[in-house]
């Protein structure tokens, strides 16, 4: 498994921001009032990433040799996958929350900031869902062995001299 490259949370980031914007635009077009996120999901997304974190801690002490009993590889991909959907699903809120202030900025009648509250604390609280997503996945990775074979390569084949 490669670990969660900078372009895959680009891309998250801004379909996001796409999507808050469009939206906004579709409901202020419809003459309904602009979309705010509720009080609980930046709440939630911290808390996601509490937990993410968590689960990756006792991975992280095991393959380093600190832990008490050994880790199911099984349950240490499926945390290190949750890490990976993690901070691409905090770069996606990210984006969201940022394209509905991108809307709100935009507008000629100034927002209140009691509207502006939530959906600031949203694309923060998103934020660190990323950086603790990536943490996790840091954690769940183990270290390269010098006797680990190279990509493409095939350990049952040896190279051949020509001539011999």
């Known amino acids: 498994m490669r670990r969660t490259g900078a372009g895959v949370l680009v891309v998250a980031a801004v379909l996001g921001v796409a999507a808050g914007f469009l939206i906004d635009q579709m409901l202020t077009a419809a003459g309904r009032p602009t979309f705010t996120p509720a009080v609980t999901l930046p709440i939630l ?35 290190a996958m ?38 600031i604390a949203t694309a923060v609280c998103a934020a660190l869902l990323v950086a603790a997503g990536l943490v996790a996945e840091h954690l769940c990775t183990i270290r390269k062995d010098d006797d680990d074979e190279q990509p493409g390569g095939d350990p049952g084949l040896e190279p051949r001299i020509h001539g011999h």
């Open 45 to 79: 997304l911290v808390l996601l990433g509490g937990v993410v974190v968590a689960l990756a801690v006792p991975i992280r002490r095991a393959t380093r040799g600190r832990g008490g009993s050994p880790v199911n590889p099984f349950r240490a991909i499926r945390v």
């Open 82 to 119: 949750l890490a990976k959907a993690s901070s691409i699903l905090g770069a996606a809120f990210g984006g969201l929350a940022v394209g509905l202030l991108v809307f709100l900025a935009t507008r000629p009648v100034t927002p209140s900031l009691g509207s502006m509250g939530t959906v």
